[in-house]
DNA sequence: TTAAATTGCGCAATGA
DNA sequence: CTCATTGCGCAATTTA
């Protein structure tokens, strides 16, 4: 039940700032090691891009208040859009564990009809190798009665 | 908006940045910033319990310090547990989806088997329906046909 | 080169 | 109080 909550922003409102700067600046920052400009590249610290580089984090620069709300904006999104993937994989996870379920029980009711189906069948065979033996090539009335009987099981 | 709490600005000059977590380090600048006293509040300058609060959030504190660090750690592991789960989840979905495949070639291969034991037995019932037509004198043609319908039907 | 999208990270509020 | 979560902003990178 957490909703207010602005950690970063300026005091009063939420949107703009009248200061910001205070963002994460905690202590100041000092760069690690970076913008490495090229290897041999470039023998001009102060050319124009380094002005546009400083300009770039001027924190009370227009500009940059500008890119960073827009960065927000954009990460909000990105974040957005990143948690409804991951539900739509669980809610996938669902699905397919359903469709399983359903494959398994037609297996088991295919399973089952094929049982009967085969029993029926070897049952019949052995009726017919008897019958077969004893008779000739035309059917009997017991052949007959023995496939009503068949019959009735089956249905 | 009540209590804002004064996110991070550095108290004046934060003389501390050799605390600091190299932590985001970047930007190139100091922060010259401010101390934005709250929109105009503060009642009682002298409450103890403010102090106390402002003891807690005082960043030079070195149980500040501590207690950040902590979380940082338990952020940081938080959130490689929910990638894990994530990265699970999507495995999980790779694995529900092959064994829908095996599910569904079984069931294709039943299918298809009991197809066969089908045929045969929509064969035998020609016969005996045709059987039954001859012995049995209340039996009409349409009964015959009808069964080869339930046949159909069933089959 | 630029702008949007991602990603890692720290902070603070809140939940447990 | 400590640890776990979560929303949020910053900045570096990656994409497009």
Known sequence: MSKISQPN???GVNGISVIHTQAHARGLQQVPQLVPAGPGEE???GSQQAEQKKLAHDRNSDGYRQ?????????????LKSKQKAQDTLQRVNQLK????????????????????????????HNLADNVQSISTENT??????NDNLFEIFF
Do not use: C, G, W, Y
């Open 67 to 79: 890119r960073r709300e827009r960065n927000n904006m954009a990460v909000k999104k990105s974040r």
């Open 9 to 11: 922003s300026t005091p």
């Open 98 to 125: 359903e469709e399983n379920e359903r494959l398994e029980a037609k297996i088991k009711l295919l399973t089952k009809e094929l049982r009967v189906l085969k029993d029926l069948f070897l049952e019949h065979a």
């Open 141 to 146: 009335t017991a052949d007959a009665a023995q």
């Open 43 to 45: 023998a001009k610290p």
